[in-house]
């Protein structure tokens, strides 16, 4: 972990040092203490209802199916809560509507929306095609809404002039919803939990499911879990945080911000954070081990923000 002046410094190691991204997703999820997904799982006897097809033994309430995308290798979630359902779909970085089209075939899925953890264009690329072709609304903080009407104009130009980009025109789709802080929505037959953790950008969010027990895949990674999931955007990844160094971007806000997550009692360590970049985690093992989570939250919540869950 590159540490700069005795302090923690996020590293930026996505295929380059300028990408505002951090890792690439490692195939077996090496970040995830193995054992932590073996608890309290529902035994066959006891399961009813909906079966997972996978894990037939499971009793699945929610079903996540991730997939890094383009050259930012941004992971992109559908979520639902069982097969032949309406999803969601969460950060479609470049080039994800194909990927996101045979998700939603393969599990017989209906997009009813489309969740944006912050306006970055590595999470934003595909939303207008997947809004427009599915006609459904995309929802994201106010405070990056403006983001969203010429997302390469918010993106550092020496990062997309790097990765061939420069010049990209994206469109904004018709339909944005605000999501407020402390918000609960109730999406796809899920209930969602809204956390504004500015910090990367301005509007940046982490959505958690309330609770339940999820059929989880990323890449290669493919578990059972239970308890909340924590889409946390490019608030925390696996190890590291997202950079404050962009435009928008304040260190301050981001301590303010991963104390607040660090100290919600409604995220207990079994918590399986799910990153816009690299593998998936805990924040149990970020509570534990991640040295800039344990930096914020030494410094505690300001006062600010106390108060707010
Ligand atoms: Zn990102
Ligand atoms: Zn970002």
Known sequence: MPVRSGRPVARHDAGGDSLG?????????????????????????????????????????????????????????????????????????????????????????????????????????????????????????????????????????????????????????????????DAELELAGLRLRVRHTPGHTEGSVVVQTVAGSTRLELGADRRQVEGPLMFSGDLLFAGSVGRTDLPGGDPEAMRASLARVATASDLPDETVVCPGHGPLTTLGHERATNPFLREALAAGVPAAWRGRR
């Open 21 to 181: 991204v951090v890792g690439r997703l490692r195939a077996g999820g090496a970040a995830i203490p193995q054992g932590v997904f073996s608890k309290r799982l529902v035994p066959p006897q006891r399961a009813s209802g909906r079966i997972s097809p996978v894990c037939c033994e499971y009793e699945v309430i929610v079903l996540v199916v991730g997939f890094p995308a383009g050259v930012f290798a941004t992971n992109c979630y559908v979520v639902a809560e069982a097969d032949g359902r309406p999803c969601l779909v969460i950060d479609p970085g470049q080039d994800a509507a194909a990927a996101v089209a045979e998700i939603v075939t393969a599990h017989r899925l209906r997009p009813v929306g489309v969740v944006l953890t912050h306006g970055h264009l590595d999470h934003t690329w595909t939303v207008y095609p997947l809004c427009s072709g599915y006609d459904v609304p995309a929802y994201l903080h106010p405070a990056d809404r403006y983001r969203l009407a010429d997302p390469a104009a918010t993106f550092p130009p020496d990062v997309l002039a790097a990765l061939g980009l420069l010049g990209v025109r994206l469109q904004e789709p018709d339909d944005v919803r605000p999501l407020a802080d």
